[in-house]
């Protein structure tokens, strides 16, 4: 239908960037039918009415979109009859210095051929090699990560027919992909690549491995993709770590980025890359397998020692204390900070299945055996409470250690011998009673003078029971706060302590009970303290 026919035969509106064009004419019969006089609503004529979109206006440029329907439509290319082809693949024409045409798609219809690319495919994302019309666009991406795949599916295959279908795929790919195969071949013996080609060595389902918090973490990278803001441009590459929640254990996702570079980069220098490209794969992996055993350990209830910087709400502070490690218990008083996980699948995609080791973990929580290979792709980071500075954070594994106890701690206590001895026995027996059955706390209270050693003789019986110990000053606490505020700190370190069998130390506790300082009456305070207790 030509320009001129269409503006003459009606009216033209411009209405945003396009134009309409009308023939003044209603081609709806039931309309027509309609007597003049008979009100039609909004939306009551049941009927389409249908535009389409043409030519652009020679002067403004903008699509004409009309109501006539065009006449020189071609015929749609799948039919009944072209759904008889195992392939049906359409060109587009290209200028890129190798090929004049290129494929821009490529609809399987072979049933057979759908079977062995199910196999191919497998655990790829984005793919549903099942659909009854699969079909796959231009640049063929998955199938520059996975043709190895298809090449040994093609050597393998034993039925003529299958194969006669499969090589059809086979060359019709390869005489597509052929040039950015000898690039991806080209970069990987050279270890070096430029930005644009990144995707090539990033195929999902392979480990990769960074630099998180001065330590080489690997990672099992799911999708990659190019990523602009108004500030920079970077490949984006989308992992999987293995976390601990508390409960299970599971994925957690973790994003990194490559910034953009000009030139040829190393590979091995990029901010993240596959882990086979690493300068000693045999040395890296152990010590990736080394640090998932270590976090694996310290996935339940756990009392270490912790020296070196620590995430307390992802910001970085040293700490040098005794530590709880506890991801449950952290998240239940961080809810803000819970972790999403998504299951575990005991066998992971390219990965093989060595023996793996047992956690030591609390009843609460269902942890179950993993891989060599699973280790390698476990956080470097366990959740829990330091008992010095009286902060949730993130410790990180490499600096957890054990505890070097202090055995004759307790024989330091300058206290009249069978008081020292009854202390200890009521105290130890309680504790080693508490540790197999669930009993109620011992309260006791210590008077004296300051600098007669109170603090230090309950230092040295933790010590002496190898008991976490949890030192409350009034300055935790908000003594002018309501009631309730003032039960919630107090209240939530007594749940720890009997969640964790510790020792909870008041000190200053004259201060607060005798109404010293700016704290309400101390009658009042006594009675609240007590009836927590």
Known sequence: MAETNTLAAGSVEDIDDMVYVSDGGDHNSQLNSMPPSSPVGPGMIPAIKSFYLGERHSRTRRPIVTDQRPDDLPEPEETEENGRYALVIRYFRCYDGWKNLA??????????????????????PGMAPELDRLQFEYPFRPFVHRWQHLVDALDSEQDPETKSHIQLFYDALKTELGPTL?????????????????????????????????????????????HSDEHERVHRLKCEMIHFNGSSVGWGIHWFDIPEFTGMRKINELTVYPLHFHP???????????????YYRLLGVSHKHYRGDALIRHQRSYIDSQIITDCEAYERHLPDLKICLKPLQKDMSALDNDEGITATHTAKSLVPMLTNKQFMVCHNAV??????????????????????????????VVLDQEQKDFIFSVTEGHYDQRRNIQTKGLNVLICGPPGVGKTFMVESLAESLRAPLLNLTPADIDFNAQDADLQSPFTDLLEMCGDWNAILLHEEGHGSLCGNGPFKDGSEMLCELLYIL
């Open 182 to 226: 000898e690039t991806r071949d080209d970069f990987h013996n050279h270890k070096t690549i430029t930005f644009e080609s990144l995707w090539m060595i990033f195929p999902p389902g392979q480990l990769v491995i960074t630099t998180q918090n001065e330590r080489q973490v690997a990672a099992k990278l799911t999708d990659a993709m190019n």
């Open 103 to 124: 494929i821009s798609s490529i609809v399987v219809h072979s049933p057979m051929l759908k079977r062995v690319l199910a196999g191919v495919m497998a655990d790829y």
């Open 383 to 412: 959740r829990g409470f330091s008992l010095r500075n009286k902060r949730w954070a993130e410790f990180f594994v490499h600096n957890i250690s054990d505890i070097e106890w202090k055995d004759n701690a307790w024989d330091n």
């Open 280 to 294: 000693n794969v045999d040395s890296i992996t152990r010590e990736l397998i080394d640090n998932g055993k270590a």
